[in-house]
């Protein structure tokens, strides 16, 4: 088993771009990484306490994750980090030595050193 990274920042907070945001990282998880919902173990979603709209595993859910264990939790309120962020890290089977790891929009500067 391995792990794959993400995150990715919202304009706002609000039902709509929850979805879209979790929806399209998600989706570039899996292309970047070559994988289906079949192949992943479990996600565990985090997001910043600003994002009180709806669950980011909702979201997954519309795309093929309905029996994939989903959780949530709250990002730790840090003074000055980074706004209504989304992050997410998804538990694969087998292994893999190439992952790529997904920060869109202003989550990029997260981890410069994984953007791609």
Known sequence: MYAIRGA????????EAIRVGVVELLSEVMRANQIEPADIVSVLFTATPDLTSDF?????RTIGFGSTPLICASE???PGALPRA???????HGRSSDVHHIYLHGAAALRQDLAQ
């Open 8 to 15: 990715t920042q919202l304009t706002e907070d609000s039902k």
């Open 56 to 60: 980011p595993a909702a979201a997954a």
């Open 76 to 78: 730790i309120a840090v």
């Open 86 to 92: 989304v992050r997410v890290m998804l538990h694969v």
